[in-house]
DNA sequence: GCTCCTTTGAAGTTA
DNA sequence: TAACTTCAAAGGAGC
């Protein structure tokens, strides 16, 4: 039975059509996060004003206004923050479309029929939203939490505890130590990111996976199944996250960053795609990506 | 406990 | 400037 399904849902995705409009377009437009760029003259609301305005607005009827307060929602979040819409016309024209999955999925999950765009009512006040990282942290001036922005991470207890034993140890080692312990800032994170982050729990519910790498591979798809405005949603999130993130730590760069963690080699990534190792569902990428053939169904 | 997997996008580095 | 690389999140798996 088993079997059966995850034959059938296998070559479901082999045969699995890509979004409308993939792959016959003339003429290229820029991507969405380069095209959503707001012109000038657009009034943009402060980051502060983003997060202290005590009440959702409901979103005008036509996104491509010059104003769009825009309160999402997660289920856990009580805050909200509006949006400023600069080119929500300015979208691109398609995309991408992914490669074939390398986990078999099941229909109701890696179907697109499955997950079309999520469409509003005209007029419907928008769900709220606060993905963590938007919401102020103590360093913003005049707001009364004092939680620290996410992008912050401070090293673990353990981290500390060793720390703290190291402590009759050189001086030059607690030099290395104290570099060690300083706050990690991490990158801000990207429209698709964020978009993960929201529909992760989501997917995981409605797929009942737990293999991360598997349930990337869902939103992946679920990510070009979006419509444009869907798109737009996260790509406008993400702007403001960089705002936010630029305002927080404006000496920051992605450099501070780069190559902290161990830079994997041109060739352990040759091996993962030559049958070096093995994926979440303990096969072989290289196999899984391979053309599948049309398997007949089997009956367990 | 570290790294990989897997995705997209931003930003860094390299040629 | 194009191409390539790294890192953001997530959690199970493997070493």
Request: net charge positive; proline share 13%; charged share 20%.
């Amino acid at each position: 039975m088993y079997k059966e399904t995850v034959y059938s849902a296998f070559n479901l995705l082999m045969h699995y059509p890509p979004p409308s409009g993939a792959g016959q377009h003339s003429q290229p437009q820029p991507p969405l996060h380069k095209a959503n760029q707001p012109p000038h003259g657009v009034p943009q609301l402060s980051l502060y004003e983003h997060f202290n305005s005590p009440h959702p607005t409901p979103a005008p009827a036509d996104i491509s206004q010059k104003q769009v307060h825009r309160p999402l929602q997660t289920p856990d979040l009580s805050g909200f923050y509006s949006l400023t819409s600069g080119s929500m016309g300015q979208l691109p024209h398609t995309v991408s479309w992914p490669s074939p999955p390398l986990y078999p999925l099941s229909p109701s999950c890696g179907y697109r029929q499955h997950f079309p765009a999520p469409t509003a009512a005209p007029g419907a006040p928008y769900p709220r939203f606060t993905h963590p990282s938007l919401m102020l942290g103590s360093s913003v001036p005049g707001h009364p939490a004092a939680i620290p922005h996410p992008a912050i991470v401070p090293p673990s207890g353990k981290q500390e505890l060793q720390s703290f034993d190291r402590n009759l140890k050189t001086q030059e080692e607690s030099k290395a130590e104290k570099e060690a312990k300083k706050p990690t800032i991490k990158k801000p994170l990207n429209a698709f990111m964020l978009y993960m982050k929201e529909m992760r729990a989501k997917v995981i519910a409605e797929c009942t996976l737990k293999e991360s790498a598997a349930i990337n591979q869902i939103l992946g798809r679920r990510w070009h199944a979006l419509s444009r405005e869907e798109q737009a949603k996260y790509y406008e999130l993400a702007r403001k996250e960089r705002q936010l993130h630029m305002q927080l730590y404006p000496g920051w760069s992605a450099r501070d960053n780069y190559g902290k963690k161990k830079r994997r080699s041109r060739e352990k990534h040759q091996e993962s795609t030559t049958g070096g190792k093995r994926n979440a569902f303990g096969t072989y990428p290289e196999k899984a990506a391979a053309p599948a053939p049309f398997l007949p169904m089997t009956v367990l």
